[in-house]
């Protein structure tokens, strides 16, 4: 998902930008793009930590659907039409976050 911030996320105006530069928009939403690759990377952390995975890596797989029902409602049926190909493959990849980590066999404790 790190890597995904650089992919074409939106069609806007006839260009496509990317969640870089989609928090350059003087917008205080559009700040919150950063969401994405900080909750990704602390997934990632914690993944190296052994502890809280499974909390951080849900939370960091309900951001991009949580941002897409949000802009859905504000914007309407039209913004399906502009989304790219870097907020499908978020969007797969935060579904993954959220569910696989369910599945993930817990260490057996040492005795």
């Known amino acids: 998902m ?3 911030f650089w992919l ?3 069609r806007i105006l006839g260009g496509n930008l ?3 530069q989609l928090q350059q928009l003087p917008s205080d939403e559009a700040k919150l793009v950063w969401l994405v690759p ?3 990377f602390f997934t990632l952390l914690t993944a190296i930590g052994k502890k809280g995975v499974l909390f951080t890596s849900q939370l960091a797989g309900a951001i991009p659907f949580l941002a897409l029902i949000y802009f859905r409602l504000k914007l309407g049926d039209r913004f399906f039409l502009a989304l790219q190909v870097g907020t499908y493959i978020i969007l797969v990849l935060g579904a993954m976050l959220f569910v696989l980590p369910r599945f993930l066999k817990k260490p057996e404790p040492k005795t």
Do not use: E, K, L, N
Request: glycine share 16%; with cysteine.
């Open 8 to 10: 074409p996320w939106i």
């Open 38 to 40: 900080f909750t990704a």
């Open 18 to 20: 990317s969640g870089y």
């Open 2 to 4: 790190i890597g995904c």
